[in-house]
């Protein structure tokens, strides 16, 4: 019997008394010490990640798209992901009802975000049944080699703003996890002038961290720095039109995004996160903190569950 069998308990991957090196390392070291970190909060839960990577195998010969773990990120055309055109036209109501001055007047960074209501994420709604679908699960999956944590959707709105880049303007990897996938979906067309998200592929970002000797506690890398390093600019501005998306690992891929330009239309995205369980983003264990572990119901088959963070 295992430990929860016997005990009834979770067994809690983080060591009480290294709870602030923890974190530490977690937002603020080099990806290879995170990655060490990370090994071992894995290695704490074997059934559950047993468990996850039998599911992800099940799921591997349906997979539509496959991303290269060099890569670390895949376009998707309009169409290749089905329930894409619900999301879009229910953000475009969003961003229409919410109204323009409302989204500039109380973005805080370069973009505005977090005006999603919560009542807008239920399991009917067209943002989680996008979420959930086999489609994008098996692709999420196929790359992170487990069945992976839901742990954030939201509509993006980026205007120009008469300011320097900053922030996530600015090359960066997240700090969320080691390996992670965002789904970045288009509202309307995204051209070079909107800001589009732009990405160093996998391979070359760590060659660009080991240079530099990133840590995640430096957050921001200017331009100059990146072509000084790499011996000229080698980032991929992934524009597309309505309905195409993008799955890109944030955590090991450099990547910028909303430098909107003067003139240019603002730039509308719905965004979906995915972790491991073994995320940093959980202090301890995802099945008290996954976000929308709520969700679950009695109908709810055991890959969706495991898809909210409920098991």
Not at 31 to 45: G, S
Not at 217 to 232: A, F, N, Y
Not at 248 to 256: A, K
Not at 284 to 298: K, Q, Y
Request: hydrophobic content about 40%; some cysteine; proline content about 5%.
């Amino acid at each position: 019997m295992t430990y929860r069998q016997v005990s009834g308990e979770r067994p809690r991957r983080l060591a009480k008394g290294a709870r602030g090196s923890d974190r530490e390392i977690a937002r603020g070291g080099s990806p290879v010490e995170r990655e060490a970190y990370l090994h071992r909060r894995r290695e704490a839960d074997a059934e559950g990640h047993d468990r996850r990577r039998t599911l992800a195998r099940e799921l591997a010969a349906h997979v539509p798209l496959r991303i290269d773990p060099e890569v670390g990120f895949l376009r998707a055309q309009p169409g290749d992901v089905p329930g894409t055109d619900a999301v879009v036209a229910a953000a475009l109501s969003l961003i229409e009802a919410v109204g323009k001055e409302a989204l500039l007047r109380d973005r805080k960074k370069p973009m505005a975000k977090g005006f999603l209501p919560a009542g807008d994420l239920t399991l009917e709604s067209p943002y989680l049944r996008l979420a959930l679908g086999d489609e994008v699960v098996s692709i999420v999956s196929d790359y992170l080699g487990m069945i992976p944590v839901l742990t954030y959707v939201d509509v993006w709105y980026s205007p120009h703003e008469e300011k320097p880049p900053r922030s996530s303007q600015l090359f960066h990897l997240d700090n969320a996890d080691v390996r992670q996938m965002k789904l970045f979906l288009h509202c309307e067309d995204v051209l070079a002038a909107s800001g589009p998200l732009t990405v160093l592929d996998a391979s070359t970002s760590r060659r660009l961290a080991n240079q530099i000797g990133y840590r995640l506690s430096q957050t921001r890398v200017d331009d100059e720095t990146v072509e000084r390093t790499l011996g000229g600019a080698r980032w991929v501005a992934l524009e597309g039109s309505a309905g195409a998306a993008a799955f890109v690992d944030t955590s090991r891929c450099f990547h910028f995004g909303s430098r909107v330009e003067a003139g240019a239309a603002p730039r509308k995205l719905v965004v979906f996160q995915y972790l491991t369980p073994y995320a940093f983003d959980f202090e301890s264990d995802h099945r008290d903190e996954a976000p929308f572990r709520g969700l679950v119901s009695e109908s709810s088959s055991e890959r969706e569950r495991l898809v909210l963070g409920a098991d």
